[in-house]
């Protein structure tokens, strides 16, 4: 006997695939990532030109990493983690994707038989097959992010780095020791933009016959060291206002054959790595797209400083989306 609707939910079909908090949230997160990156939120580190720091050093000189997991002289990192990959990115110059690096002055790709490796782009790395000498001199060309949107509930919101430029202190360069000594993967550089949804979501008719309005608060937590940074990044979301963008399926895309879409548990890239635009593509030509959402009622604050160093603000938007019958 077939079931009727009312001994079923409604708009659920298996308690594993994300909903509307997870989709907005991720969703959100991505769209911000993506259109900063057009408006040139990276630096490009090249060694012709030199690029150095505020008072110094070099920022295209690697450190060697500290990681129980790793051996040591096996990894190596820059000064910023979070390195760029996409390649269809419109602001120019664009962003270097790493193409191999230099050990004592000299060229090695991927898959040198010595010096094989790969790139962590996450973490911001380079991992070698094998071990070389710590006292070593490895540097590379490379495009870190310079502002970065994360889940506010992501473990490396809990240790912020500032002043993260200062390549000329001697720290640096120590192994082991040194505030960059806190592995990549448990911090965040600033600045830095922590995103949630509020949960106490709410719901309303959206046509006779079916769906319904969900309305969500979506809150942007910016902290910067640098003041002009966190009003650009305040300005630059609060005139998103009324912006129209659509959300990726995350259920879909899990169940890809080819997930995940662009870097892997290593922070590696995969063999075809599909970037923001293709995902919320049209499903028919391959992408991933879900709902609309769209941005109103924005309010922007900038906060006391928690220290003499920081400087925040705070961005509350509402978020609107149509929930039809699935």
């Known amino acids: 006997m077939a079931c009727e609707d009312y001994t079923q939910l409604k708009g659920v079909t298996h308690i594993s695939k994300e909903l509307e908090s997870q989709n907005i949230l991720h969703g ?21 030109p030199m690029v150095s720091g505020v008072y110094g050093g070099q ?10 997991r790793f051996n040591d002289g096996q990894v190596w990192e820059g000064f910023r983690s979070n390195w760029v990959w996409e390649t269809g990115v419109s602001f120019s110059p664009a962003p270097i994707r790493v193409s191999g690096v230099y050990v004592g002055g000299s060229f090695y790709n991927s898959a040198d038989s010595i010096y094989g490796h790969y790139v962590d782009y996450k973490r911001g790395r380079v991992v070698f097959s094998g071990t070389i000498p710590t006292t070593s001199v490895v540097t590379a060309e490379f495009s870190p992010r310079t502002i970065t949107f994360m889940d506010s509930e992501s473990p490396e919101i809990k240790t912020i780095l500032s002043e993260i430029d200062r390549v000329e202190k001697g720290e640096y360069l120590h192994f082991g020791s040194g505030s960059w000594n806190t592995t990549s993967d448990m911090r965040a550089e600033l600045p830095v933009v922590s995103v949630n949804v509020n949960y106490s979501n ?9 769906g319904q309005y969900c309305k969500s608060e979506i809150n942007f937590f910016v902290v910067s060291d640098n003041k002009f940074y966190r009003d650009q990044i305040c300005d630059t979301i609060g005139r998103q206002n009324e ?70 603000g705070i961005i509350k938007t509402q978020g609107d989306i149509i929930l039809g019958e699935i």
């Open 28 to 48: 959100t997160i991505d769209f911000f990532n993506w259109g900063f990156l057009n408006i040139g939120a990276y630096q490009n580190i090249t060694i012709n």
């Open 202 to 210: 709410s719901y309303r008719p959206y046509q006779i016959g079916g």
């Open 59 to 68: 920022k295209y000189r690697l450190r060697p990493v500290k990681d129980n």
């Open 243 to 312: 912006k129209v963008f659509w959300l990726p399926n995350r259920s879909t895309m899990k169940a890809a054959s080819g997930y995940p879409l662009d870097l892997d548990y290593k922070g590696s890239l995969v063999n075809t790595p599909v970037e923001y635009p293709s995902i919320v593509a049209e499903t028919g030509v391959g992408g991933y797209q879900w709902r609309q959402i769209r941005l109103y009622d924005t309010q922007k604050r900038f906060m006391d400083q928690p220290t003499s160093s920081l400087f925040t």
